[in-house]
């Protein structure tokens, strides 16, 4: 069983920057490849970053340039490092497995990109 834990979100200006982080506890996470999701008003949940258990990383399009997915295997722990951000940037985060799990779910963390 995993358990994720999203932190990190807030309010900023456009082309400012967040970093969040995704807490991890329960099986062995480092196997795993994670990705973070968002999720804007009156839309879908859309997969955003991902990175493999070995440190590759890709990106959807609209992020490509910007924001940046890493992980530490040794505390758990997946972040997301936004910059530039766009009001289109604004929406609840999510980490997951990849493919996700929707066992997996948390409660996510909010970003709000607004001047």
């Known amino acids: 069983q995993v358990q994720l834990v999203e932190s990190g979100g807030g309010l900023v200006q456009p082309g400012g920057s967040l970093r969040l982080s995704c807490a991890a506890s329960?099986?062995?996470?480092?196997?795993?490849?994670m990705g973070w999701y968002r999720q804007a008003p009156g839309k879908q949940r859309d997969w955003v970053a991902a990175?493999?258990?070995?440190?590759?990383?890709r990106y959807h399009d609209s992020v490509k340039g910007r924001f940046t997915i890493s992980r530490d295997n040794a505390k758990n722990t997946v972040y997301l490092q936004m910059n530039s951000l766009k009001p289109e940037d604004t929406a609840v985060y999510y980490c997951?497995?990849?493919?996700?799990?929707?066992?997996?779910w948390g409660q996510g963390t909010q970003g709000t990109v607004s001047s």
């Open positions: 997951n497995t990849l493919p996700f799990n929707n066992r997996y």
């Open positions: 329960g099986s062995i996470f480092s196997v795993y490849a």
């Open positions: 990175i493999t258990s070995g440190g590759s990383t």
